[in-house]
């Protein structure tokens, strides 16, 4: 099953600038959480906002979440050639964690 | 303290034969999940596991695949007959309470190759 849909699927974007990306689910969550992966390497842990969150920062990062559109964006602020690399969301559906495809973030020097 | 551990990192079979993919969770967590990724796609869910227990493996094929996660020892993936459709990184996860909505914490997979 597939829950959570990233939206664009690849972005690029000069070092300094800001990076965007979206993700919309189909079902009730619990929790959503954001992972990064650089190529060739497993999946790194970013940020976690609960169902009552709508915001929540981690130093460059911030995420929001809008659960009556199912869906949560993750902003990476002050790019640097360092952030490339892909990013997924994940969504708990029952027991299973679910990713999605994907956004692959390429920035710029 | 020890990340998760997969092993091998490269694992290359010839069609027919069986592969066996080994995790090893961080320290005290007792739930392991397996995913398997194709190139420039995301991660497909298999199978999710407790200790001793399997307990949703409705990502994981009915035929040729098989998890565990006994009470000593790593988790094993394990696929038999394998086939050139089989080639894929597989990832493993280990968490400590997913109830609690703790991260998942990924090994840095084994890339299988079927020839």
């Known amino acids: ?87 997924f969301c994940a969504t708990d559906e029952d027991d299973k964690i679910i990713f999605g495809k994907g956004t692959r973030l390429h920035i710029l020097p | 303290n020890a990340g998760v551990m997969q092993n091998p990192r490269h694992l290359v079979r010839r069609r027919g034969q069986e592969a066996r993919l080994r995790c090893s969770p961080v320290k005290g967590h007792s739930h392991v999940y397996w995913y398997r990724q194709l190139p420039e796609e995301g991660l497909k869910f298999m199978v999710y596991l407790q200790k001793e227990n399997i307990i949703d493996e409705s990502g994981m094929p009915k035929e040729r695949f098989s998890a565990e996660f006994p009470k000593e020892g790593p988790s094993i993936l394990r696929i038999q007959q394998v086939v050139r459709g089989d080639s894929a990184a597989y990832f493993c996860a280990s968490v400590q309470d997913i109830s609690m909505g703790s ?9 299988l190759t079927v020839t």
Request: aromatic share 6%.
């Open chain 1, 1 to 87: 099953s597939q829950q959570g849909e990233e939206d664009p699927q690849a972005l690029s974007i000069q070092e300094g600038e800001n990076a965007t990306m979206n993700c919309s689910y189909k079902t009730s969550i619990n929790n959503l959480q954001w992972y990064r992966q650089n190529s060739g390497r497993g999946l790194v842990h970013l940020i976690l906002i609960r169902s009552n969150e709508r915001e929540k920062h981690s130093g460059r990062l911030r995420v929001t979440l809008d659960t009556s559109k199912k869906s949560s964006s993750l902003l990476i602020t002050a790019s640097r050639a360092a952030d490339t690399a892909s990013y």
């Open chain 2, 103 to 111: 991260p998942l914490h990924f090994g840095n997979g084994t890339r």
